[in-house]
Structure formats: structure tokens, C-alpha cells
């Protein structure tokens, strides 16, 4: 991992420089490049706005890590109401939460009511969440938490991340149940214990877990692959993948970043392949920013231009 890369995720988590940044008007515009705002409203706008391309969307809220417990019921009902206003505008919208922002931090139990209250009302109007997945200590609950709603419906997923050893027994052990799967490289500091330290390992498990959940065996109800990456090379060899193995469309979604590879996003979208584009919007969006430059510090030279253009 690269010394820039480790600080920057470093900085993401430090609560006196997210304080600063997040007041100084050039980091903000720079931000506008990945966020379309900080309201619903503008998430809804943008995934209005990708609709013309064939590109569908999942709106997210930032925020991790609560300080109260309240917060995790206002969450739930803002997703709620996000759900319903989804439903009306008639967009391909899903939403994605993450277990920390619904109080899995505080009482287990608080999280897997306000899961249940989301997931019943996403199924009701024939939506579909998304669970994100954030540092490794909370992998173990969160697949507990997902196995527990796909008994529920099957119009829930969920990301696992290429960088930790473990992720492919789990992928295994989720097979069977016909899981939506979202493969990512992942986004945190973890030590290598854990993860993977070299890149391209990651790179190398990240085709080695998309070709096991595309193989036919893995193909049952309710089974999706969600491709989520930028890495172009990565996605147009499972692109070949995919159409040497005559994998059907309805088996997987390409999905990236808003304001991230637009030209690639407009490029599959064109080609015909199914593309999700997650839109994330909120005030708390400084540690998420942080992981965004991480993963690409060439990103820092387009904040310094920002701040002197
Ligand atoms: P990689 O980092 O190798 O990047 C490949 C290329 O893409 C780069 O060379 C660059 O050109 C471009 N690129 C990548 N990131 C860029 C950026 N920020 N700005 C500009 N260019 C960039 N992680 C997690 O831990 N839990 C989760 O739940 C999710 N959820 C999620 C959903 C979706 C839809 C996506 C696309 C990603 C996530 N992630 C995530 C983030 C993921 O783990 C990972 O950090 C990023 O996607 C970057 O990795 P890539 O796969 O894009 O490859």
C-alpha cells in the first residue's frame, strides 16, 4: 500500500482535520465532483439525469459511526421516506445503508429492527438495499445481518470486499442461498493480517470471486453479481468472461461511483450492459471523500487545481 494511500485513510478517520476541511470552500468544490450534493433532492436529480443513458442508480447517505442512538432512527426514517420518494418519482433506484448508520454500534437488536422496518418496506414497493460493508471488525455482524434479511426477501444485497482473506469462504458460504453479491476491491486501512497488502493480489481475487459467482452453479434465485469497480481492465476481462461463457444479463450489473469514470460509464451503458451508478448525498461526507482521494492520489492534484483554478 502506498505511503500517500495510508495516510490519506488515515486522515479520514481524524476528527480535528474533518472539522477543518469540511469549512474551507475549495474542499467542498472539489467534492462536488463525486457528490452531486448534500440533500436527497440533488441524488434524485442526478440519477434523473443518468436515466436518458440507460443508467440506473443507488442512493446513499453518508454518515458511520453514530453518536447517539437517536440518529439511527432518524436514518431509518429518512431511508424510509427516501423509498417512498424513489417510488413516486419512478426511477431504477435502490438505496444502500450501512450497519453502523442503523445503530449497530450501540444495540444489536436496535440495528436489526431498523434493518427489518427497510428491508420490508423496500420488498412492499419491489425496491431493493443494498448493505454496504465497512472495516473489517464489522464483517462478521454484517453477513449475519444480511443472512437474516435474505430469509426475509430476496430484494437484499450485499458487499464483500476482495482485500480480506476471509472474503472467499464467505462468498462460499453464501452461495447457496442465492445471494446479491457486490464485489469490491475495499476501501479501508487494514492491516495485513487481514487483507491482502499488495494490489495485485487484491486485483487477483477480485476475478478469482466475480468468475466463482458467475459460474452456472451459482445461479439461483435471487442470485445477482454487482461488478463494482473502476478498474476498466479488471471489468472488460470479466466483460469477456461473460460473453465467452455466455453468462445471461439478468446474472450481473456493472456498478461504479458517480463523478468516477464517466467516460468508461457512458461506454458500457452504450455497449449495451447494465450499469449502476451509486449516488451518494449528506453532510457527513468527509471520511468517504477522504477513502475517494485515497484510492486515487492523483485525485490530490485536482483538489490543488480546485484551490488555485
Ligand atoms: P482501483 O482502486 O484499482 O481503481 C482503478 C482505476 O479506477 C484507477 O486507476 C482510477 O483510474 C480509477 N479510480 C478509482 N477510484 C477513483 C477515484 N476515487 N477517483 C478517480 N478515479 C478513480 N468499498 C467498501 O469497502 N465497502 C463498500 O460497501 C463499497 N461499496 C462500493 C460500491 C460501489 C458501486 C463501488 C464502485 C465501490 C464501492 N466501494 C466500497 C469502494 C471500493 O472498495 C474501492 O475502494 C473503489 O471502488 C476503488 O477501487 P476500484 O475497484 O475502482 O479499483
Not at 474551507?24 to 442526478?46: I, K, N, W
Not at 420488498?123 to 435474505?150: C, H, K, P, Q
Amino acid at each position: 500500500m502506498s505511503v500517500m494511500r495510508k495516510v490519506l485513510l488515515a486522515g479520514s478517520t481524524n476528527p480535528w482535520l474533518r472539522d477543518r476541511a469540511t469549512k474551507t470552500a475549495f474542499v467542498r468544490r472539489s467534492v462536488s465532483r463525486f457528490m452531486p450534493g448534500e440533500h436527497v433532492e440533488d441524488a434524485l436529480r442526478a440519477a434523473a439525469e443518468l436515466k436518458p443513458q440507460g443508467i440506473t442508480t443507488i442512493l446513499t447517505k453518508l454518515g458511520e459511526n453514530l453518536t447517539g442512538v437517536e440518529e439511527a432512527e432518524q436514518v431509518t426514517l429518512h431511508y424510509l421516506d427516501v423509498l417512498d420518494r424513489i417510488d413516486a418519482s419512478g426511477l431504477d433506484a435502490h438505496i444502500s445503508i450501512k450497519p453502523t448508520q442503523l445503530g449497530l454500534d450501540f444495540d444489536r437488536a436496535l440495528c436489526e429492527r431498523n434493518l427489518d422496518r427497510l428491508v420490508e418496506r423496500a420488498d412492499a414497493l419491489g425496491n431493493f438495499l443494498w448493505i454496504d460493508m465497512e472495516s473489517s471488525i464489522y464483517v462478521e455482524r454484517t453477513i449475519e445481518l444480511f443472512r437474516r434479511a435474505r430469509t426475509q426477501t430476496a430484494r437484499v444485497g450485499i458487499a464483500l470486499q476482495a482485500y480480506l482473506y476471509r472474503t472467499e469462504k464467505d462468498v462460499e458460504s453464501l452461495v447457496p442461498l442465492g445471494a446479491a453479491i457486490r464485489i469490491v476491491k475495499g476501501a479501508y486501512l487494514e492491516p495485513p493480517t487481514v487483507a491482502f497488502p499488495k494490489k495485485s493480489d487484491v486485483d487477483a481475487n477480485y476475478l478469482k470471486l466475480c468468475t466463482r459467482l458467475l459460474a452456472p452453479e451459482a445461479r439461483k434465485p435471487g442470485a445477482l453479481l454487482h461488478i463494482a469497480t473502476h478498474d476498466i481492465a479488471l471489468a472488460d476481462r470479466l466483460a469477456t468472461y461473460i460473453r465467452d461463457h455466455r453468462v445471461p444479463a439478468s446474472a450481473y450489473e456493472f456498478a461504479m461511483l458517480y463523478g468516477i469514470q464517466r467516460n468508461q460509464q457512458a461506454r458500457l451503458a452504450q455497449q449495451g450492459q447494465r450499469l449502476r451508478v451509486l449516488i451518494s448525498y449528506g453532510e457527513y461526507w468527509f471520511p468517504w471523500y477522504m477513502r475517494r482521494l485515497a484510492e486515487r492520489p492523483a485525485n490530490m492534484w485536482f483538489v490543488v487545481r480546485t484551490l488555485f483554478g
